[in-house]
């Protein structure tokens, strides 16, 4: 019997999406469950499986265009079956609101993105171009704009990488990479080809980003609290640890494994800012959900470590590796990024000495952590001598977090973080 495959909801806040990519063509058996095509929603991109067997007779929604939910994207038939007289148009489906169930939800297996650039337009059937292999022996997936360009400039496509749909290299990829081809890497000089005067439309991920974050700063009472924290204790002990561990063939600590301890530590002893303000009550959680801001090619998420509270630092270093990288990878689900009650957003590694974060409602606090540095300090003798600092700066929702709460939770950052022993205990 034939059967129409539809726009699932495959994100609680999901209202349309965007058919970034085909995985079966026109003509193409399909099993039940195989993944047929990639969709991004507001949060990710993530595969789509089939919900029937049999043959893609017709797909009614190309690559880069957007569907409400509940729309008709294709259908199949079942072996032998005789296509309906209308099988040429859809059939006309009413959208899924948002709040409701939608129709074939499935457990996604998501590839997270947050791209930013325009997706390149789904070649025509008479245009594709049949891709070079790389050096080692793979194909590259290059648009036939990209491939011309490259060709002109003298780019290596096997040493570029994609930004478009599912790793595709695009036109600004090219754009934006040496004659050698060496990686990509603009050094501090960008080619003059790099800056182009053109109109990016927003992803659903980037939409609805740009639509929280204005909700956020204009609608949560933000105040802001810093701190500064004597970094060397910390610093020696992460050296030690390092060293017994590593000669053990066991994990390397980084500063941020401490700083997601201390702040578990810190939300416990001070579980006020574990809350949300929820119009005309606060809900205070039991758990600590710790989101960790991590910066991808495309953009940034927030994979969220769930009881934290329960959780060795041990333990919390091998779960943000894990989620990191699968997060660069694009193998994130959106149940792995939702959920989260305070959030670390650490720009250390990148030389920011202080900054303050939007907080992400419902959420209350999000936590900004600068780089670690060398400068004079006064010690107890009233001397001048080298010295580590650090500066922690805090979000508040003050409609939830007071200024003596917020401070007292900084004063329990600095005091473990000051007292590192105590985070690995």
Known sequence: MAAYVTMPKLSDTMTEGTLVKWLKKEGDSVSMDE???????????????????G???????????????????????????EPPEDADTPPTVEAAPAEEEAPAEIEPK???????????????????????????????????????????????????RGSGPGGRIVKEDVEYAPSSGGGGDLGLLPSKTGLTNDNTPLTGMRRVIAQRLLESKTTVPHFYLNIE????????????????????????????DFVMRATVLATVAVPEVNSSFMGDSVQHYSDVNLSIAVAIDEGLVTPVIKAAQNKSIKELSAEIKD???????KKLSPDEMQGGTITISNLGAYGISNFDAIITPPQSAILSIGTISKQPVVNASNEIVPGQRMWIGMSCDHRVI???VGATFLAKMKYFLESPFLLIS
């Open 35 to 53: 993944e047929i095509a990639e969709v991004e929603t507001d949060k990710a991109t993530m595969a789509m499986p089939s919900f029937d067997e």
């Open 55 to 81: 043959t893609i007779h017709k797909i009614y929604v190309k690559e880069g265009e957007s569907a409400p939910l509940g729309a008709t994207l294709a259908l199949i038939l079942e072996e032998g079956e």
């Open 110 to 160: 998501a590839k997270v993105s947050a791209e930013t650039q325009t997706p390149e337009p789904a070649p025509s059937s008479t245009s594709h171009a049949t891709p070079a292999p790389s050096n080692d022996g793979q194909r590259i997936k290059a648009s036939p704009v990209a491939r011309k360009l490259a060709a002109e400039l003298g780019v290596d496509l096997s040493h570029i």
């Open 229 to 256: 924290v004597d970094t060397e204790p910390l610093m020696e002990l992460r050296a030690k640890v390092n060293e017994a561990s590593l000669a053990n063939k066991g994990p390397k600590y980084t500063v941020n």
């Open 323 to 329: 989620l990191a990288g699968r997060a660069r990878d």
């Open 402 to 404: 007071d200024g003596a």
